[in-house]
């Protein structure tokens, strides 16, 4: 499940390992490093302390990582939205998350 998810946000974002690693804060990179952090973390069940050293980062920036992205997809921010949309239909699949979204929403996201 773990390469499943790194290679769905490496091909819908079009980066490489190597750009979602770089120490910068443009959007276009920090959403899909902070959506591979939420997945890892919520549909792999690995620790912030294993998924830190392989995305690059220490272990409270994952927990920050984890956290915005759950925030972003509350208030349906577009680009998250894209991203995750993207994502899921690379792992064949609609993951919600944690019940965070009605039901409402969950059709929106859907169709």
């Not at 959007?27 to 549909?43: A, E």
């Not at 272990?59 to 577009?78: C, G, Q, Y």
Request: aromatic share 6%; hydrophobic share 40%.
């Amino acid at each position: 499940m773990k390469d499943r998810i790194i290679n769905a946000v490496l091909t819908a974002s079009g980066l490489t390992i190597e750009e979602l690693r770089e120490r910068t804060r443009v959007r276009k990179v920090c959403i899909p490093r902070q959506m591979m952090c939420y997945l890892l973390y919520h549909r792999t069940g690995m620790s912030e302390a294993h998924i830190a050293p392989f995305i690059g980062l220490d272990r409270t920036t994952v927990i920050h990582s984890i956290h915005k992205i759950k925030a972003n997809l509350e208030v349906a921010d577009r680009l998250t939205l894209t991203y995750f949309r993207k994502i899921n239909e690379l792992l064949d699949d609609v993951w919600i998350g944690e019940g965070l979204m009605s039901v409402d929403f969950k059709e929106t996201l859907i169709g």
